[in-house]
Nanobody, 118 residues
């Protein structure tokens, strides 16, 4: 079973930056889409950003202009550069790798905590 290994979370002051990364623990066929989601206490998991193998990206309105998603297709690794962080960005961040067709898969990471606080 493939596991996604996330890193880069932590505690940062408002206005600061963090960079998250996520890579599969083993070999996978290239995903069609890679993305980041987040879940704050008492709230539903929500999309933060996604990137397709074709280069298309999609962002939640709340992070546009502050967060940038990127992917290394050779390593099947996805990154999330987070700038100008706000307290409302505090959440557990989960990466996702998804492939449709044959073989199809939908892998989730275990989550990495991001806390924005002074």
């Amino acid at each position: 079973q493939v596991q996604l290994v996330e890193s880069g979370g932590g505690l940062v002051q408002p206005g600061g930056s963090l960079r998250l990364s996520c890579a599969p623990s083993g070999s996978v066929i290239s995903p069609n889409a890679m993305g980041w989601y987040r879940q704050a206490p008492g709230k539903q998991r929500e999309l933060v950003a996604t990137a397709t193998i074709g280069g298309s990206t999609n962002y939640a309105d709340s992070v546009k202009g502050r967060f940038t998603i990127s992917r290394d297709n050779a390593k099947n690794t996805v990154y999330l550069q987070m700038n100008s962080l706000k307290p409302e960005d505090t959440a557990a961040y989960y990466c996702n790798l998804r492939r449709w067709g044959i073989p199809a898969y939908n892998y989730w990471g275990q989550g990495t905590q991001v806390t924005v606080s002074s």
